[in-house]
């Protein structure tokens, strides 16, 4: 069983589309994240949720949305994709905020 | 906020030899230190973590050690194995914050 599962794995769309990437996790834990990795695999934290409720916003451009219907579940909504977007988008999660992260898969989105 | 330096960008080992990375960090009240590997293609994984009431932790060919006094700590990897070729991630964080990640080490073991 995948602890943190994202969908989809491969995301290649055009610039001004909108597009959403899936994230589950059946750990049990209370916090889950949305990860950025660049070309030069620096991660960048994009956005926290814990129980459900925002916590952390990076300064993320607008266009990106998250939401957490349930504190299993945490999706990411991108309006008007832009070429600076493509990147590999990774869903994380810890049993509390600070804790030791477990990563799902990772989408690449390609935006052309 | 909290600012974690990561070295060297690059390393290169024969194998069998040992791999020392080095990460600094600047709040001294941050205490807990995990080190990630992504090999490629796939997703980081925890392989050690330390908290601040320690000052080393093993666990079999892997160590990390810590020093509060200079807030630096580093990821040892003995007998280096060409499946330990991967980017390798240290990260710190206090208490309920968020984990800051270094900028990554690229470890290539050369057989």
């Known amino acids: 069983d995948t602890a943190v599962s994202q969908t989809p794995k491969y995301l290649v769309t055009q610039m001004g589309n909108d597009k959403s990437i899936k994230c589950e996790q059946n750990l049990g834990h209370d916090t889950m994240y949305w990860y950025k990795q660049d070309s030069k695999k620096f991660l960048k934290i994009m956005f926290s949720y814990n129980n459900k409720e925002l916590i952390i916003n990076e300064t993320v451009p607008n266009r990106f949305s998250p939401k957490s219907p349930d504190k299993a579940h945490l999706n990411l909504h991108i309006n008007s994709l832009e070429l600076g977007d493509s990147a590999v988008y990774f869903c994380?999660?810890?049993?509390?905020?600070?804790?030791?992260?477990?990563f799902g898969n990772g989408t690449r989105l390609t935006v052309t | 906020g909290e600012n974690v330096e990561q070295h060297p960008s690059t390393l290169s080992v024969q194998e069998g030899d040992s791999a020392v990375i080095k990460c600094t960090y600047s709040d001294s009240a941050s205490n807990y230190f995990p080190w990630y590997k992504q090999e490629l293609g796939k997703r980081p994984q925890l392989i050690i973590d330390?908290?601040?009431?320690?000052g080393e932790k093993k666990d079999q060919r892997i160590a990390v050690t810590l020093n509060k006094t200079a807030k630096h700590f580093s990821l040892h990897i003995t007998e280096t194995q060409p499946e330990d070729s991967a980017v390798y991630f240290c990260a710190a964080s206090k208490g309920a914050q968020k984990l800051v990640f270094g900028q990554g080490t690229r470890l290539t073991i050369n057989p």
């Open positions: 994380a999660s810890s049993p509390d905020f600070g804790g030791p992260l477990h």
């Open positions: 330390i908290r601040s009431n320690v």
